[in-house]
């Protein structure tokens, strides 16, 4: 008898590989979906919730994994993998394999229960696929992000057998428009990707998307009289103007569903001469709510080459929620439509005020969440002072080599 073990989550890579092993008489386990793919029954699932327990969070976006390795293994969890592997090791067939789902979570307690377990190894660059599920999937069920793949690969695959590789993806290039963009954007598919953009997030399992219309996006820079010179049916009046964010609006809702969330980070005022008015933006948002926009985070500003959209250092109550006076421009236009705030919100007081009077639904938060992961759990809990974070924008540096985490305490680039 022979037991072959898959290990991975990166679908197109393990299905791949069930499917040659079914081709050579392996059995894989019941049951299998419609793709032949293992389906991994609920044994395993909690196994993961148990092993989730024991990953310490160090603060930021950093989780220390490094107990696993050395812990004893609760016997809850060897109970559960024992139990999901027995369904496989009592089948008739000579020839016998399983596949180990949520592989960044549950493999160092796996290769100590089984030393000598031989193993196929497929881990997908989270970046490859949004498909491959990791970041949605990891955090919606167990609460925790799974570790870079290449910090796998080094410290927890002393055995590998063989790897399926994956290409790296190229780095993206930043590309500021210097000319207008072909006239037929529809024929072009510009507009249709926004909608084959959303059906990927719905399928990936997000809970909704977000059309990013602020911040000099593409939206954004349609809807704005400073950037959008066109003449044609896509430039000049506010209708026109606003054409191209109504036609995304209908490709994403035609790909997505009437009953998938679909909001908008939504400039309602570029604070640059000769930009969008907060009348013209109020205006926008009004047609977003006869569309069927679920809601709207009332944002603003256009970035300049002396002047970002947002707001640093936030050390006081009165900087914060600057685009409050937006939002209060808007609710009586917008009636009952959600609408949420963003920028430089620190105060959980603050926000309870904001909120209890009216003005928004809710409240959108980025930065505080590199610095305070459990955020929503401490104000839960009855935190009544302001959020650690300071929108010192720090946590933007070395970003793209050093990975996201706050770096308030760090000396600043260049300092020892």
Known sequence: MSLITIIGRGHGGTRAISHTLIASNVFMGEPLNRSGDLLPPQPMYEACRVLARYVEWKGGLEWDFSALHTMPIPEEFTALIHQYLQKVLSAKEEHKGWKIPETTLVFPWIVRMFPEIKYIYWVRNPRDNILARHLTDNLADFGVPQPDAEQLLRERYPNLLARAETPEQKEELVW?????????LDRDGLIEAFGQAARRAKEAGFDGVLIH???GYLVNLFISPFTNRRADEWGGDSSRRFRFLQEVYRAIRKA????????????????????????EGVEAACRLAKLGMDAIEVSGGLPTKTAGASRSNIQSRDREAYFLPYAKALRPKVGPLPLSLVGGLRSPDLMEEIIGQGWVDFVSLARPFICEPDLVTRIRAGRREPLSCLRCDRCRTGFAREGLRCRREEPPSGES
Not at 260 to 268: D, F, S
Not at 271 to 276: A, P
């Open 176 to 184: 500021r428009m210097r000319r207008a963009l072909s006239m037929a």
């Open 256 to 279: 997505v569903g009437n009953t998938y969330p679909v909001a908008i980070k939504l400039g309602l005022k570029d604070d640059v001469e000769d930009g969008l008015s907060l009348e």
């Open 213 to 215: 219309g602020a911040h």
